[in-house]
């Protein structure tokens, strides 16, 4: 059992910047990856990064390439999602994900509760 917990939403002004941090605490049967994924009012959860556990593949949603980087510690249990140049657009509730990456796509075992991020004009 894994518990995430996202931190590091908050209200910003277009081209500004924000940095996502989630924490796992608790067991794993076995290695995880970890994502994030977002919805917007009206919108479908959609996935918009994610990282394996041996850090050595990345996805990134076409929405976001060239302003956000997932990363996560060295120890597994730290994930970040850094997004610069922040646009409208990206305004969503942010869901910390932990489970298996396939390509394009997450089985997700386990949510986090969601931070939200709102940019304005």
């Known amino acids: 059992q894994l518990q995430l917990v996202e931190s590091g939403g908050g209200l910003v002004q277009a081209g500004a910047s924000l940095r996502l941090s989630c924490a796992a605490s608790g067991r794993a049967n076995s290695n995880f990856a970890m994502g994030w994924f977002r919805q917007a009012p009206g919108k479908e959860r959609e996935l918009v990064a994610a990282i394996n556990w041996s850090r050595d593949y990345t996805y990134y949603q076409d929405s976001v390439k060239g302003r956000f980087t997932v990363s996560r510690d060295s120890g597994k249990r730290q994930a970040y999602l850094q997004m610069n140049n922040l646009e409208p657009t990206d305004t969503a509730v942010y869901y910390c994900?932990?489970?298996?990456?396939?390509?394009?796509?997450?089985?997700?075992?386990?949510w986090g509760r969601g931070t939200q991020v709102t940019v304005s004009a």
């Open positions: 994900a932990a489970g298996k990456i396939l390509a394009s796509e997450m089985n997700v075992q386990y």
